[in-house]
């Protein structure tokens, strides 16, 4: 008999996730792991893993990271409060000026259930997988769009095509942009990982949405990562405006991860 998903196993699939592009700069320390993102991205610093080691107070373990982040001279760390962080790291964080700026919600489906059938786009809608310089840029603009920041130089526009163009017909996922009339109008990232397909970056344009474009983005992820043997789909996304989708898909609630953004002076 197959095993359910559960809450243990998606904390694990959550805290194993730690994203940071190719040209970003990452710095470890003790128990934790910063990343400094490149200028085209909205977002600044970051912290990707907080694990304190020893027995030390969790304060002083807060102050050594935001000591560090310092040393970048920016305004703001901004910290993701995961599902197995520390208990009381949310309080040490408001303790220090931090303020929720976003909350993610984890939620994960068993691939080896049946997909549900979505409704179809009201759109005329075409996506393609990024493996082109084209169509590259046009996600990269659409996600400009959605999340703010800046497109990338051409160069890594195209190295990021190159990567997906070797990884989408080996089963590692990519980028997937959708079209209408010829417009990209919305795009969504896809990895798979040890048998988790991790979905990411799902974003439409204002003027296009509800439409049922985000819908057939989700719906075209999971038939690739079917396809492609995974067991797991996983995705943090937006309280307000993703998650209410993707529960109408078959995803289910793990828990929410706030993000703090942390004063630095």
């Known amino acids: 008999m197959r095993r359910m998903l559960s ?3 998606v904390a694990a699939a959550s805290a194993a996730w730690m994203w940071a592009p190719d040209d970003a700069e990452v710095v470890e320390g003790d128990g934790f792991t910063l990343v400094r993102l490149p200028e085209h991205f909205a977002w600044d610093l970051s912290v990707l893993a907080f694990t304190p080691t020893g027995s030390g107070p969790l304060g002083a373990a807060v102050d050594a990271v935001i000591e560090r982040a310092r040393a970048f001279e920016v305004p703001v ?4 409060v995961g599902l197995g962080a520390p208990a009381g790291l949310a309080g040490e964080l408001t303790a220090r000026g931090g303020q929720v700026k976003l909350t993610l919600e984890v939620l994960a489906r068993d691939l080896g259930q049946e997909i549900p059938v979505l409704p179809p786009p009201t759109a005329d809608l075409t996506v393609r997988w990024a493996t082109d310089f084209e169509t590259a840029r046009d996600g990269s603009a659409v996600a400009v769009v959605g999340f703010g920041g800046e497109l990338p130089p051409d160069e890594q526009i195209e190295a990021a095509a190159a990567k997906y163009a070797a990884a989408v017909p080996a089963g590692g996922g990519g980028m997937l942009v959708a079209y209408v009339d010829g417009a990209p109008v919305g795009f969504g990232g896809l990895s798979l990982v040890d048998g988790v397909a991790r979905l990411s970056g799902g974003v439409v344009v204002p003027a296009e949405r509800g439409r049922g474009i985000y819908r057939a983005l ?4 999971l038939s690739y990562a079917v396809a492609h043997g995974a ?9 307000v405006t993703s998650a209410p989708i993707l529960r109408k898909a078959g995803f289910t609630s793990f828990g929410q991860e706030p993000i703090y953004a942390v004063p630095l002076s």
């Open 7 to 9: 809450a243990t196993d």
């Open 218 to 221: 989700v719906e075209s992820r």
């Open 231 to 239: 067991r797991m789909a996983l995705v943090k996304g937006n309280v």
């Open 77 to 80: 760390l901004d910290w993701e």
